[in-house]
């Protein structure tokens, strides 16, 4: 795969890409930008996703950090009980 320089013989830029790319684009240059909004499209639904993966994620540990918290909250109340009783 031979990337090709950043401007080709004086005809313009040519954003390095590779050969094989340029022979798969459309030479149309609205076609190149509804192509190009396209991958952008999916970009950002990828990302999305595992955005929305991450959150879940944080979420349930957030769930379970809370549910410690309480755990460790009820057993200080136990024992304040269990003291103020022996007291």
């Known amino acids: 795969m031979s990337l090709s320089s950043n401007y080709s013989g004086g005809s313009g830029p040519d954003f390095n890409l590779s050969d094989e790319i340029l022979a798969v684009i459309p030479t149309d240059p609205y076609d190149q ?8 499209s999916m970009a950002i639904a990828s990302r999305v996703s595992k955005l929305e993966s991450e959150v879940t994620r944080l979420r349930q ?6 549910r410690v918290a309480f755990d460790l909250e009820e ?5 304040e009980r ?3 009783e022996s007291e």
């Open 61 to 66: 540990m957030m769930y379970e950090k809370d």
């Open 75 to 79: 057993k200080v109340s136990q024992l």
């Open 82 to 84: 269990a003291y103020q």
């Open 33 to 40: 930008l509804d192509l190009a909004r396209k991958i952008t």
